[in-house]
């Protein structure tokens, strides 16, 4: 389908986007135990950090389900930019970005795929408003998880304060190197969900050993 | 073109036999459907004995030990493919895995893998070579000359299932240690030692089983209470006995182990407590002759409280079940055997929960309840992990216990849900769970419900019919569910109409065979060309059976084909149609089990296309009562009158 400007307006309240928020109606209970629980873990590489004047380069993201990484769910987006039409491709030098799929088309895959799972991520939230963008939609309605926050309660205690600590000891790199994970590269976005997600798992299991075992303590956490 | 994770996974693999073996395109097709487990130090994988999972593993970061009864067999570190049982013959597994160091774990659908071990040869002899990781048994299978391909080829064959095609390989003792009431117990457990035995029948007059005392019987009645040495048997056996007869066919004396608890049955003439005794057969004949056994499941799910167990537990039921269906055991034994295994775990989840909640709620003890289930596992008939559909009823309380009690079944319905389905079991769609506050209702409301479904139904309430009329009690205070019933029946007598509404039910789907005597299948996109054997062939019997079947009142017969079999004794001059229409329902449900099964959903949608022929004819065969049916409950309950 062709991007059209002109419909994009009404495009935004179609049926997909209904059936999306319809589904992440249907509440989680809080004892629903961790391993039944379904995560997306997800991250964005983007021309800026400032969600509302930046945009999504690619985004990648793959499924965790009864406590395993499925590989068979990765999922892999380039969204076309509104910028790009006129422009060249001098913002995104380094990225190749081949087979660009239209906005519309990205949000029609990204939501049925995020359903009412579990949003995880290192700065999570920095994701979410960009995809909220992009999707035209103003709060998406599922939990999310922030990698660097977990770990650092997991740490530190619930308790703990982000004034107190040097938040460079959170980022993606000093965390996977501190739980033995290999960072072979780190350029993509799909690249570094894989490698979040494996590091959720660790950090999960640290959390079980806490006694951390339901949806509900989970989130509290 | 395969995504940067996927890409990451196939670069790992690359370097390590037998992947390292693969062409590209293979080699992304296994990467892509790897799953990704992170074990923390002390965990177990697998277990010996356990049934094969449906993957292998590679270990992409740690150590993993396998160990055989706590000695260790072999080391698996970065790059060691193992639990390789799994994809040659599906045996199960001969050593623990321990995880020893945190471990990053890539599991391998078996699936994925049998097609390449079947084109590629490397691969194959890898495996047959006996390179990967505790792989034991294929190398004793290559010294006795075997070639890999055929140990590859080899089918999954556990001999000690196949007694149930074979009831007379049971072996019991026809020789049976017995006692006169009057000796004492002292002389019982002489006599019990000197030919060593677990226990002895204590028998009267003419060899007429009185009694039995066992093992535990001495302890906890006699040791246990300081009683004396010479204190009659009489005073201290487990009596009346359940005897059955001993050539009543192995699945109906081991059925009765099973749901009376037995550890030993004894066998007399006429099956009778009252003619001479024959024989005993006791759980430990039974379970020397078959490894995987619904005894030994049931045994093993009562003794654990712990949900990933059950689940475990679940899925070697399944592994079971599968054998069953292949070798055509008969229906009525399999389905009474899964439903006692659900129901079996339906119990613990509610003990669980129970004891969960019971400090926060202590004035809700006396309060008596009983867990529903409804739809196919209320007719014992689930074989699958399919939709479980269940309720809780509550006897009514006083108005200012009404708010607690509401509050404590909820949490107890959501508990048990919470459970089941860590036990692998799938979520109602509709919502029809004890979870759902408008199914954890007391009886009042239960009965309102039912009242209100038969004065007036709507189309909806119809609906709710296929679920809600076949319940049954699982767990909790039976009474209370017989009460319900009764009031059904009573209200189903008053308004006798209602019958023809819950006929149109049964003519909602339309006959299975199209014109051209071809099936009817789906024309929906995710189901196009498939045939919904659920929606077309087996709710239409179901609903047959019911609406007859709650026409004569009879209550207490739930399973279709059990239902049909009591219509055959009823109406003696349609017998022979009811009894086809039982025999259809059983094919379909072999049928969908193993569509199931095989393919690893709820076995609903089948391919005609990719049926045999023979298995095409059987299909349309079971549509033949379906029609027949059809007719008569349309003549009988003036069905057109209504849609006119």
Sequence with gaps: MSWWPFSKKKEDSRAYVQQFLEQSKAKTPGIRSIQQLSFVVLDTETTGLDPSKDHILSFGAVKIEEGKIKINSSLELYPESDREIGKSAEIHGITQRLGTISQEDFSRTLLPYMGNSILVGQHIHFDKSMLEKITGIPSFPNSIIDTANFALRLEKGPQANWNHVNSKDYSLDQLCERYGIQTEDRHTASGDAFLTAQLFLKLLKIAQSKGIQTYGELIKS | ?644
């Design chain 2, 1 to 644: 073109m395969a995504n940067v994770i996927v890409k990451r996974v196939q670069e790992f693999l690359k370097r390590f036999p037998p992947f390292s073996f693969l062409n590209p395109s293979d080699l992304e097709l296994v990467a892509s459907q790897v799953e990704v487990q992170f074990l923390a130090k002390e965990e177990i994988l697998f277990k010996k004995n356990e049934a094969a999972r449906p993957h292998f593993y590679i270990l992409k970061e740690g150590q993993i030990g396998l160990y055989d009864q706590n000695e260790i067999k072999d080391y698996c570190d970065e790059g060691d493919v193992f639990g390789v049982l799994a994809l040659l013959g599906k045996r199960p597994y001969i050593y623990e895995a321990k995880v020893e160091v945190d471990s990053l774990v890539y599991s391998i659908p078996v699936s994925v893998f049998e097609e390449i071990l079947e084109k590629n040869s490397k691969v194959a002899l890898y495996f047959a070579a006996g390179f990967a990781s505790g792989q034991v048994v294929v190398r004793q299978d290559l010294s006795t000359g075997q070639k890999a391909r055929g140990v590859l080829k080899k089918d999954n064959q556990d001999h000690s299932l196949l007694i149930f095609s074979d009831p007379s390989q049971i072996q019991f003792s026809e020789r049976v240690i017995h006692i006169d009431p009057s000796a004492t117990v002292q002389a019982a457990a002489q006599k019990m030692a000197s030919e060593s035995v677990s226990s002895i029948v204590v028998c009267g007059e003419n060899q007429i089983p009185l009694g039995i005392i066992t093992d535990k019987d001495l302890r906890n009645k006699v040791l246990a209470k300081a009683l004396p040495l010479d204190t009659k048997v009489d005073h201290v056996m487990s009596s009346p006995v359940i005897t059955k007869k001993k050539d009543a066919g192995f699945s109906d004396l081991y059925l009765s182990m099973i749901k009376n608890r037995l550890h030993h049955l004894i066998l007399t003439e006429d099956g009778s407590p009252n003619s001479p005794i024959c024989g005993i057969l006791s759980d430990h004949d039974v379970l020397l002759s078959m490894g995987n056994s619904p005894a030994v499941l049931i045994h093993a799910l009562l003794n654990t409280k712990v949900v990933s167990e059950m689940k475990s537990i679940r899925d070697r039921a399944e592994t079971m079940l599968k054998y069953y269906l292949e070798n055509e055991v008969s229906m009525d034994f399999v389905a009474s055997v899964l439903t006692e295994i659900n129901d079996v775990i339906i119990q613990q989840a509610v003990k669980i929960a129970q004891n969960k909640l019971s400090e926060e709620f202590p004035q809700m003890k006396s309060i008596r309840f009983v867990f529903l289930c409804l739809g196919s596992e209320g007719r014992e008939e689930q074989l699958l992990r399919t939709d479980l559909d269940n309720a809780i009823l509550y006897e009514d309380v006083p108005k200012e216990l009404e708010k607690i009690a509401a509050d404590y079944f909820l949490q107890l319905g959501a508990e048990v849900a919470e459970i089941l389905l860590a036990c692998g079991f799938s979520p109602c769609p509709g919502e029809i769970m004890a979870s759902n506050p408008k199914w954890n209702q007391p009886l009042s409301q239960w009965k309102k419900y039912f009242s209100d479904w038969i004065l007036t139904p709507t189309p909806e309430a119809l609906l709710r019919a296929s679920i809600f009329y076949d319940f049954r009690p699982v767990a909790g205070f039976t009474g209370l569910s017989e009460e319900l019933s009764h009031h059904v029946y009573e209200n189903i007598q008053k308004k006798k109409g209602f019958l023809s509404y819950l006929g149109q039910n049964a003519f909602l789907s339309p006959p299975p065979l199209g014109f051209f005597k071809d099936f009817i299948v789906e024309k929906s996109q995710e189901h196009r060309d498939q045939f919904d054997i659920k929606a077309r062939a087996m709710m239409p019997l179901t609903d047959l059976a019911r609406l007859l079947i709650l026409s004569y009142g009879v209550v207490g017969i739930n399973n279709t084909f059990k239902r049909f079999e009591k219509l055959g004794e009823m109406e003696p001059q349609n017998a022979q149609l009811f009894t086809q229409a039982g025999k259809a329902y059983e094919i379909l449900m072999r049928m969908r089990a193993l569509e199931g099964l095989q393919n690893q959903n709820n076995g609903r949608y089948i391919r005609p296309e990719n049926m045999g022929k023979l298995q095409r004819q059987l299909l349309k065969s079971t549509f033949a009562p379906i029609s027949e049916l059809q007719e008569i409950v349309r003549i009988r309950f003036q069905l057109d009158l209504l849609r006119s």
